[in-house]
Structure formats: structure tokens, C-alpha cells
């Protein structure tokens, strides 16, 4: 999506913790999400966050968020083979949801 | 657990033909939703239904049409495919809350030969 924009790749080594960073344009979004999605499947929530929070934090998952800059950010925290998928930022906009082109993750060992 | 089916995985159809994807949620969900995937763009979005009988054109609706007729169901329809058309489905619903999270089924990957 045009108003959402993430980096495509992310390499990182097994054990490490991982980053995605995503911007969005629309300062009106009341809610902000990650999905995951893994090789030859739909796509899953992961995580999403409310605008007036500034981190929210599940298990391995930390959120991000900051509102000034309209950036956010995923933290996977001793990253697993299991979490080598694409992981799509998404903006609510109204009844829309607007995706960023995803980031592929890939874990080596 | 919400659960979103896609009758098809995979689908290989010719230039011309007539080609419909369906979808069913279990979830009794207001909200239902097609989106095309391709490298390096995302999601975008095809149509919306709210409800039956009724839709609303997303971002690229050009080639695409649906319907609605029971709650359940949601079809995208290719009057004519063509080999642009080969892409990604997938599919979506939600019950309309505020937090407005999408469920989304396993896809269907369509080839137009």
C-alpha cells in the first residue's frame, strides 16, 4: 500500500532479535497492526496496538509506536526458525485496512 | 477459532474465461473482503461487502466484480481473466468492532495461461 511503507528484506541469525520498521501517513489511524504471514498461508494477527499507547508488549512481541514520526516498529525478541515468514504493517483507515508490502524475514542459523 | 475458507488453493485458467473465487466465514461476520497479493506491493483491496447484496469498489476494482447473497459467502468474480489477473487472493472478514481486525483465509494463487 502506498500510505504504508516497510524495508522488504530482514535477515537475522537464530537467537538474535529481530526489528521491522514500518511508516504510515495517515495521522488519523486509531489502530495499527502486524500480520504474519507464512509460506503458502493466509495471513495472521499478530499484534496490534491502540493509538494512544506508545508499546505494548506479548510474550516474544514488542510493539512500538510513535505517533510524532508515524513509525512502528515489531520486536521479536530470541528469534526462532519458525518465525521466518513476511510480516505486513497495516493501518486502519474507516472500515479499510491499508498494508504495507511486507518484510521477509529470514532466520539462518 | 474464526475460520475463513477459500474453496480453492491453486487455479490455472485461460485468457477469456470466466473465473469465480469463493469464500465462506463461520464467524456470522458483518464484513467481508477481497484483497489481490503481489511481490513488492502488498495487499490491495478489490471490493467490500458490509452486508448482503451489498459492496463497495476498494482500490482496484477494474476487472473484478462480487457477490453477496448470503452472509456467509463472498464471491470475486473475473468476467474475462487476463494474465495481469494472475495473482494472490485473499480473502477477509470481520464482525465491524472498533479494533477492526481482519481474518483472513488460506488464499488462492489464480495463473491465467
Redesign the interface.
Known amino acids: 500500500?502506498e500510505d504504508?511503507e516497510q524495508s522488504?528484506f530482514l535477515s537475522v541469525r537464530e537467537g538474535d532479535s529481530s526489528v521491522i520498521n514500518c511508516t504510515y501517513t495517515d495521522s488519523s489511524s486509531?489502530?495499527l497492526?502486524w500480520?504474519k504471514q507464512e509460506p503458502?498461508?493466509?495471513?495472521?494477527?499478530l499484534t496490534?496496538i491502540f493509538s494512544n499507547m506508545d508499546m505494548k508488549q506479548d510474550q516474544r512481541l514488542t510493539v512500538l509506536l510513535n505517533k510524532k514520526d508515524k513509525h512502528l516498529s515489531l520486536r521479536i525478541a530470541d528469534t526462532q526458525t519458525g518465525d521466518s515468514a513476511i510480516y505486513?504493517c497495516a493501518e486502519?483507515n474507516d472500515?479499510?485496512?491499508s498494508?504495507?508490502?511486507?518484510t521477509t524475514v529470514t532466520v539462518r542459523a | 477459532d474464526v475460520k475463513?475458507t477459500q474453496s480453492s488453493r491453486y487455479l490455472v485458467k485461460r485468457t477469456g474465461e470466466k473465473v469465480f473465487l469463493e469464500c465462506v466465514q463461520d464467524m456470522d461476520h458483518e464484513?467481508m473482503f477481497w484483497y489481490r497479493q503481489d511481490p513488492?506491493?502488498?495487499?490491495?483491496?478489490i471490493y467490500?461487502s458490509?452486508d448482503v447484496k451489498m459492496k463497495e469498489k476498494?482500490d482496484i476494482p477494474e476487472g473484478y466484480s462480487v457477490s453477496r447473497e448470503k452472509k456467509e459467502r463472498f464471491s470475486l468474480i473475473l468476467e474475462s481473466a487476463s494474465t495481469n489477473q494472475t495473482s494472490m487472493y485473499?480473502c477477509?472478514s470481520n464482525l465491524?468492532t472498533?479494533?477492526?481486525?481482519?481474518?483472513?483465509?488460506?488464499?488462492t494463487r489464480l495463473s491465467v495461461l
Do not use: C, P, S
Not at chain 1, 99 to 102: E, I, K, M, Q
Not at chain 2, 98 to 107: L, P, R, S, V, W
Open positions: 500500500g504504508v522488504l486509531t489502530y497492526y500480520y503458502g498461508a493466509g495471513l495472521q494477527l496490534y505486513f486502519r472500515y479499510k485496512l498494508f504495507g508490502a511486507g | 475463513v464484513n513488492g506491493l502488498g495487499l490491495r483491496l467490500f458490509y476498494g485473499l477477509a465491524g472498533e479494533q477492526n481486525i481482519q481474518y483472513f483465509g488460506a488464499g
